[in-house]
């Protein structure tokens, strides 16, 4: 069977390259010296073949945190919120700093097909599928908060802007209500832009699949692809312009969930430098998610050849540069809190540091400031234990700083009298734990029934890819340059191709 | 389920015809009682007592039917099938609309003069009766809880014989079996103090009929050291008023009287607040002296407090009586500071001669009342600023004598009858009496009581006492003044009977109802024609001019007072009636278990307060950790009665010396059961009505509740109110203490501001002074539109404001009157009609060189601000626009506002649990702030401040509120709709206040129907899951309107009073439209030390603050920096 066909999963284990195929390039995106059909079988075959044992483990442990999220929910709407921790002061306890975490998370998914795809690196093309699913989820975990946090769920549907009976419109000064715009259309457009960019893959599944059923439904959602010109033509017009559209979302998004607490006057949250400061954050955030997912999936499911070190190493340059930008901004809103003469500000920031929640802004300075910057080093960012360490580390600071920015800011804000402590309950624990399950639930579901890596994209950015690639000798660039064959389309060289002047490029 | 004898058309009907021809309505007692005992009524001779005749009793429900009948009508009581709807409506009962009866609180010996405000039927609030001579609209926080009290759901159903349930007619013919050989019988009474002449009449009958007879009257802490004291100065016992706005220095020797446990605290504190109201610079003001033990919400507001061990106020007051000529000074050693204050006190005093004026506490033995009165004497202050009342008391023996005296001869077998008649000396007898052993000895035992509490539990015959709201009766208020205690109500549960009735049975067999007792007493007072009279009182809630008459005094006897014997570094323990609970009277009010202690801001328990010097000593502390307290507690133990109690920590507490309070630790039987819900519902945790007694005791089943607090009355020493040489051994640690309060100090923030006299006299804007936080932006102006504070041109802008020009900034609803608070000496601009333009140009105007106007920056929404939208000036509430002061000098913290709030507004009580997670509910709090000169002084002054919703102008709230349920009205206030409300909680972080609060769970499901009862209709309860927050009780605002508008006039200036304001007793706060000139607020807020809470946020609220001013003695406050700094010297060389 085909299927039995022995791929190599790991560089070290390529088979010795062909003369001259340029195996070795370090510039090359795919390593192994593979074929376009050894990536449509090292991909399909996860969503076709039986899962493995740790697969149904794992989504075993995810499924029943996933259940407990739901039960936990169904408790807090049927006692309140009281069963959480938040309380007078801190009106926003885990429920928002788990929001804002799991938005944070839900970015660079989208960055990484759009931003990306727009700046054209095309080593984005390995990882985006991954983390456009990553974002989604995140985003659909992330919606649960804000649902579920409010005292009376069940009229939730008062924040859109519905025309009904009462002729009450929602009151669109309410940073909240950005939010509510800001984050489901940021869902929408990212979920149509991972849809559309997994037609062909989906196609390609389709056509490979050997059961009526799996026929059917696959032909449903692969929308009648057939791989022609025209469909490849409207297709890529299609991905390109949601690119535009996703990109401001996705600075968007983040920026307006940052007026939640900008646009309040608590000292500690009145503060412009939180849109960029929040972006900054959600990205790395965000990559360190994607690290953290992915070291383990291309180690699973042996894709170390498509999601390579370079790959990851990449993506540690942005976490460490955004850990900076995100460390600075720390330091910034020190010196403003001291440069504003504010004493209300003042107080909030060196709450903060030395306050009865210290613990939480030294564990966020930790982690989100100084542990990154171990990737400063070429060999920690290269190495697979450091990286996955970091990652998750990043991660915990983010979530600390969430926390950080909700709660230290809302427990002691201007009158002393009214200054509390916020603690969390087992049920803000749980519920939390339970986001986490459905989020790996939703994953590991995207992992066993839809192509993990852009099949399509990759093999575009394969020197296969160059329709020159077999007319010449040499390392498969068209140029020699390093660059794959997808470029823009520049007016003269089209013109070159129209009138039959094949020789031009060389 | 309560049940209620109901209107029988047939029978009224029957018996209308045997008496007479008109109507007849039901009577107070049901029909098959009255026809049992019907040959006992006619033991009353014609004239003995009113017959029942049907005239009369159309007389009485004139007055009183209606409410009764509606009371039968309720919701909560199940019909019987006897209801008769209204066919036509009682006279004056409109649904809807709440009836006002005048009526009296009995409160420890006296009767305090209040109006109950009665729903259909349910008496749902309480206020003062400001017509009565000495009374006033504001109460102190007891006659605003004293309202749930009845409808309290562990109250007492039925009669109890030997722990079984019994009937009312079995406990009549218990007390006729009584009349069999009653001069061979030793009977005994043991009741409460009370100032009732029908009580006293009841007394001679019981006397008439047991020769034998021994009347004890008892309180746990009762006033009688005052009697007694006046009884050694002047040879009979007399009642003590000061006459405190007249006085210029006040000396307060333990003497708390601005609190609302003192008997006569409405006078005496209103006085005070004459004495230290400031209108402007010119004003003088009084000068208050405390000297005291524990911290108290007087030495709160003192201009000097000195924190003294109990045991040595006595010398100290010796000492002060010394130097002004009175008395021997006893040789005690004195501290500088001490030494200091008496001198200080001593010349402040003789200063001011007949305008000084020196109070001995009611703890204070009666010696200090005596010598006290020897130095008000010599200072000529007897008729100035003390007048002294003759009760008419003979001479008297002390009280806990008394008591020691019944109690041996019970303990003899001497006493074959015991009645003990709304006390509870079970509970809070000292045990050194050995009462409760002393009982068993007892053959009959009754207890007359609320509650089923431990005296019940103990004695035979428990009886179910009604409510004061529930009986006919009457009492003397502090100055003598009688009144008549009428009924609201139909007693909730038929075996429940007033301590007349019982008196009365007891004494005479006979079963008679308590309106004829009292009728029957007051036949004989009353002028003819007797009806109108009787008619007039009830409806004054007073008889005029009968008042005690003043007592003219020869030369006080000067007592002789030692030094304490006590050793000074033996612990002293001082035994207080708790500030919320009294001695337990209030023990099962949840309002009251969950109002903050005005000083510790503590919940929900009793502690033992000592100072962090005494507790370091101890090894004990209190560490404050996650937002709470969490306390070692400490085992005290005083002649082999020992009480385990957290330890509180208190700053300005004298060193060796522990505070603690009664009230705490009862053993309450309860008579309902616990309700358990399934695991995933927590509502039976939640409930902290669940089953229980609040207080804590048995629950139905028998088994002991965890109990609120530990009891401290058997520790006390009989005839004391200290003890020395008690044990204290720490036991455990980690006890958790719930406050609202977790923060002391200001930190420096300009949120209470405050000066000294002179200060003030020479920047009467001083509030300013205090540096907003944005200097650049506070003092751009300065300089600019000197003068123009207060009487600048008020441009009345559009629509209402406009005849109001000339009123300044407190003309109108304008955003930017207020904008200008923290800018000293700006004009702030009259105001109203700030559109853009007139803003913009007001900033041009007053621009100066140095800095920017926060008026140069128009807000983001300006065009759209409410106020200046049209659909709101069209609307006719835009006619009135609402504002408030809170004067900082004279509130008190006595903690009435917050009561009253929580009565009017249906604040509901979440428990310690709760609270200690922050989620308490009030609207309206008290913030305490402890000031010192210096960090770590451990006798700081203390400030307080009562906060609620500030009704911002620019609202913070409304702004994030993503669905509208928080907006502006018209009238300028901030309004939360609760039906629209989503529970986002983002107003409640945006308030930089922090007054919102929200319902994490539903307290009103698990209400019980009782406590339903309570709840004013007016006010919608909350759902779950909803913000709420200070209304300004909109609903009377409303109320007013309304009324206005039928009678098709404006609202008069002052109508309108919010529920606080009404029960403030200072008059602290002031509410009011500032759009009509003749309002006091306007007023109000042209005072120079009025500021804006937090206004550098530009949120410009409609409430301000007018700031505090101490009158210090300047000379003592330099001789103690002096001395301060000497004692440092050498510890710093």
Redo the contacts between chains.
């Keep these: 069977m085909e299927t039995s066909k022995k791929l190599p999963t790991d560089p070290s284990e390529s088979p010795p390259s062909p003369a001259g195929d340029g195996a070795a390039d370090p510039d090359r995106l795919v390593k192994g010296n593979l074929s376009f059909h050894d990536i449509t079988e090292m991909v399909s075959r996860h969503a076709e073949k039986k899962a493995p044992l740790a697969w149904y483990v794992a989504f075993g442990v995810s499924l029943s945190g996933a259940l407990l999220l739901v039960g936990l929910l ?2 807090v709407v ?6 959480w ?8 306890g885990w429920p928002i700093v788990n929001f804002v975490f799991w938005v944070g998370i839900g970015h660079a998914g989208t960055l990484i097909s759009a931003i990306l795809y727009l700046f054209r690196q095309h080593w984005r093309t390995a990882i985006n599928r991954a983390a456009e699913a990553m974002t989604i989820f995140a985003v659909i975990c992330a919606l649960i908060w ?1 649902t579920f ?5 069940w ?2 549907y ?2 859109l802007p519905i025309p009904n009976q009462m002729a ?4 669109f ?5 950005w939010d ?1 715009f800001a984050v489901s259309s940021y869902f929408l457009v990212s979920l149509l832009f991972w849809y559309v960019g997994l037609v062909p893959d989906l196609a390609t599944l389709r056509d490979r699949a050997k059961n009526f059923w799996r026929q059917r439904i696959l032909a449903f959602f692969s929308l009648g692809w057939t791989g022609s010109n025209r469909h490849w033509r409207n297709y890529e017009k299609a991905y390109l312009l949601l690119a535009g559209l996703a990109t401001p979302l996705v600075l968007s998004v983040h920026s307006v969930v940052s007026f ?1 607490f900008a ?4 000292p500690g949250w009145h503060t412009t430098i939180f849109p960029p400061y929040f972006v900054a954050g959600a990205i790395f955030s965000g990559f360190a998610m994607v690290v953290t997912l992915m070291v383990i999936t291309r180690e699973v499911y042996g894709l170390k050849n498509l999601i390579t070190i370079d790959h990851l190493e990449k993506m540690n340059i942005i976490i460490l540069v955004t850990g900076s930008i995100v460390g600075f901004a720390y330091i910034t809103e020190f010196f403003m809190a001291w440069y504003s ?4 500000e003042q ?1 909030a920031f060196l709450n903060r540091a030395f306050g ?1 929640y210290a613990w939480a802004y030294w564990i966020m300075m930790t982690c989100n400031l100084i542990t990154p910057q171990l990737f400063w080093s070429k060999r920690l960012r290269r190495s697979i234990p450091v990286m996955f360490a970091l990652s998750i580390v990043v991660n915990i600071g983010m979530w600390f700083e969430r926390f950080v920015i909700t709660i230290t800011s ?14 969390a309950t087992w049920v803000d624990i749980g519920t939390f734990v339970g986001s986490f399950g459905l989020f790996l639930t939703l994953f590991l579901l995207f992992l066993r029934f839809v192509p993990m890596v852009a099949m399509a994209e990759v093999k575009g950015v394969m020197p296969q890819a160059d329709p020159h690639y077999h007319e010449h000798e040499g390392n498969g660039h068209a140029e020699g340059d390093g660059e794959p064959y997808i470029k823009p389309a520049e007016p003269a060289l089209a013109e070159a191709y129209r009138s039959n002047d094949a020789e031009a490029p060389d | 389920m309560i049940e209620l004898d109901v209107i029988d058309a047939e029978a009224a009907a029957h018996e209308g015809e045997e008496e007479s021809s008109g109507p007849t309505f039901w009577r107070h007692w049901p029909e098959s009682d009255a026809d049992e005992d019907g040959d006992d009524l006619m033991e009353f001779a014609p004239g003995d007592s009113e017959p029942p005749s049907g005239a009369s009793r159309r007389q009485f429900l004139q007055l009183m039917g209606a409410a009764m009948a509606m009371a039968g009508l309720a919701g909560c009581r199940r019909p019987e099938e006897k209801i008769l709807p209204y066919a036509r409506e009682p006279e004056t009962v409109t649904p809807g609309i709440a009836d006002h009866y005048a009526t009296g609180m009995p409160f420890r010996g006296v009767l305090r003069p209040v109006v109950a405000q009665s729903n259909e039927g349910r008496p749902t609030k309480i206020k003062g009766n400001s017509d009565h001579p000495a009374g006033q609209s504001g109460t102190s926080p007891y006659e605003q809880a004293s309202v749930l009290n009845l409808y309290d759901p562990d109250r007492s159903r039925s009669v109890r014989q030997e722990g079984r349930t019994a009937s009312w007619s079995d406990f009549v013919s218990f007390c006729r079996t009584l009349g069999n050989e009653a001069d061979q019988r030793q009977v005994a009474v043991l009741a409460e103090e009370t100032s009732s002449p029908t009580v006293q009449a009841m007394r001679q009958r019981m006397a008439d009929r047991f020769p034998n007879l021994q009347w004890v009257s008892y309180a746990p802490t009762g006033t009688d050291p005052r009697r007694l004291g006046t009884q050694q100065a002047f040879g009979r016992p007399l009642r003590p008023r000061y006459e405190l706005g007249a006085a210029e220095v006040i000396v307060s020797l333990d003497a708390n009287f601005l609190d609302g446990r003192a008997p006569d605290f409405g006078y005496h504190t209103q006085g005070f607040a004459e004495g230290r109201r400031l209108d402007d610079a010119e004003d003088t003001m009084s000068r208050l002296y405390t000297v005291e033990s524990r911290y108290s919400t007087t030495g709160g507001s003192s201009d000097h407090r000195l924190g003294m061990r109990a045991g040595r106020i006595p010398a100290l007051a010796a000492a002060l009586a010394a130097e002004l000529g009175v008395g021997e000074a006893p040789d005690v050693s004195w501290s500088e500071r001490e030494r200091l204050h008496v001198q200080e006190m001593a010349r402040d005093l003789r200063a001011a001669g007949e305008h000084g004026v020196v109070m001995a506490g009611e703890a204070q033995p009666p010696e200090v009342h005596a010598l006290a009165m020897a130095v008000n004497q010599t200072l000529g202050a007897l008729g100035t600023t003390v007048t002294l009342f003759d009760t008419g008391a003979a001479e008297i023996q002390p009280q806990d004598e008394a008591l020691a005296d019944l109690t041996a001869s019970m303990q003899a077998g001497e006493v074959d009858t015991l009645f003990m008649l709304g006390v509870n000396p079970v509970y809070d007898a000292p045990a050194e009496l050995g009462f409760e052993e002393a009982l068993s000895n007892v053959r009959d035992t009754v207890h007359l009581g609320r509650l089923r509490n431990e005296t019940a539990q103990a004695a035979r015959w428990h009886l179910p006492r009604t409510h004061y709201l529930e009986q006919w009766g009457d009492g003397r208020a502090y100055d003598g003044t009688p009144s008549i205690v009428q009924p609201l109500i139909r007693p909730l549960y038929d075996d429940a009977h007033s301590l007349i009735e019982v008196l009365n049975v007891a004494a005479t067999g006979v079963d008679a109802s308590g309106h004829d007792l009292v009728r029957e007493q007051w036949r004989a007072q009353l002028s003819e024609p007797f009806r109108e009279q009787w008619r007039q009182a009830l409806h004054d809630g007073y008889l005029d001019a009968s008042g005690y008459d003043v007592a003219s005094v020869g030369p006080a006897t000067v007592p002789s007072i030692d030094a304490p014997a006590s050793d000074p570094d033996e612990i002293e323990v001082v035994f207080r009636t708790d500030s919320k609970l009294l001695a337990g009277r209030f023990s099962n009010n949840p309002w009251m278990q969950e109002l903050p202690d005005p000083i510790t801001k503590i919940v929900w328990d009793n502690v033992a307060v000592m100072s962090r010097a005494t507790a370091d000593e101890l090894g004990v502390e209190v560490q404050r ?4 307290f969490y306390a070692d507690r400490v085992e005290l133990t005083l002649e082999g009665e020992s009480v385990e109690l957290p330890v509180w920590v208190q700053p300005g507490y004298p060193d060796g010396s522990i505070g603690v309070s009664m009230g705490y630790g009862r053993t309450i039987a309860s008579t309902r059961e616990s309700e358990s819900t399934p695991f ?4 039976d945790q ?1 409930n902290i009505y669940n089953g229980s007694p609040v207080a804590g005791g048995v629950d139905a089943s028998g088994g002991s509740i965890d109990v609120v607090g530990g009891n401290v009355a058997p520790m006390r020493p009989n005839g004391g109110r200290v003890a020395t040489g008690a044990d204290v051994t720490p036991t455990d640690s980690g006890y958790l203490l719930a406050t609202t ?9 300009p ?1 209470v501001r405050w000066a000294t006299l002179d200060e003030f006299k020479e920047d009467p804007e001083f509030v300013n002074e205090s540096q907003p ?4 932006l506070g003092h751009g102006g300065d300089g600019h539109g000197e003068g123009e504070h207060g009487d600048a041109g008020g441009h009345g802008g559009d629509g209402a404001a406009q005849d109001v020009s000339g009123e300044g900034l407190e003309a109108g609803p304008g955003a930017d009157a207020h904008a200008a608070d923290d800018m000293p000496k700006q004009a702030a601009h009259g105001g109203d009609g700030a559109t853009g333009e007139d803003g913009g140009q007001h900033g041009g105007g007053d621009m100066g060189p140095a800095g920017e106007r926060q008026r140069e920056y128009p807000m983001m ?1 300006e065009e759209d601000h409410p106020k200046d939208q049209e659909a709101m000036k069209n609307n006719p509430y835009y006619q009135n626009q609402w504002g408030m002061t809170v004067d900082l000098n004279t509130c008190t913290g006595c903690n009435a506002c917050v009561v009253a709030c929580t009565s009017e507004n249906n604040v509901q009580v979440v428990g310690k649990e ?1 609270v200690s ?4 509910m009030y609207w309206i ?1 008290n ?3 402890y000031v010192s000169e210096e960090e770590g002084d451990d006798s700081p002054e203390m400030l307080t ?1 009562p ?1 609620m919703c500030q009704h911002c102008e620019n609202a ?1 709230c409304e ?6 349920a928080t907006v502006h009205s018209p009238d300028g206030t901030n309004q939360m709709v609760y039906n ?7 107003c ?3 308030c ?3 007054v ?7 307290w009103t499901k698990t209400l019980p129907t009782e406590v339903q009862m309570a709840q004013n209709p007016d006010v919608t309860v909350r ?5 709420e927050k200070c209304t300004w009780c909109v609903q009377r605002i409303r109320k007013h309107q309304q009324e206005a508008d039928n009678e098709d006039r404006d609202l008069r200036p002052n109508e309108v009073e919010t529920a606080c304001q009404e029960a403030c007793p200072t008059d602290a706060i002031t509410f009011g439209d500032l759009n009509n000139p003749e309002s006091d607020v306007v007023e109000e807020k042209k005072n120079p030390r009025r500021y804006e ?2 206004s550098y ?1 530009n ?1 410009k609220p409609r409430l301000s603050y007018l700031g505090r001013v101490r009158n210090t003695n300047s000379r003592l406050e330099e001789a103690l920096s002096n001395t301060e700094s000497e004692r440092e010297a050498p510890a710093e060389a």
């Excluded at chain 1, 049927?78 to 069963?83: D, S």
């Excluded at chain 2, 950790?625 to 709470?628: D, K, L, Q, V």
């Excluded at chain 2, 997670?917 to 308490?920: A, K």
């Design positions: 169904a408790y049927w006692n309140g919120i009281g069963v921790g938040n309380n007078q002061p801190v009106g926003w804000p946090h409010v005292g009376r769920v009229a939730i008062w924040t009450m419109w929602p009151q000064k309410s940073p909240l209500l509510v939640d646009v309040s006057v608590i003469g504010v004493e209300y107080y009865p809302l427990h002691r804000d201007f009158l002393p009298s009214s200054w509390g402590y916020f603690t | 950790r996650e937002g709470n995933w519902d927590t509502s939640t309060q977790e923060e002391g100090s200001m930190q420096g923030r949120i936080p944005v200097p650049e929404w709760e997670n922050g989620r308490h709090r913030d305490r702030y401040q906060v913070p702004s994030v509120c993503p669905v509208a629209r409300c989503i529970g986002t909680r983002y409640q972080n945006n930089p206040y922090k919102r609060r929200f319902n994490f769970y539903d759902n779950r899951g909803v913000m809470l937090l946020l949120t």
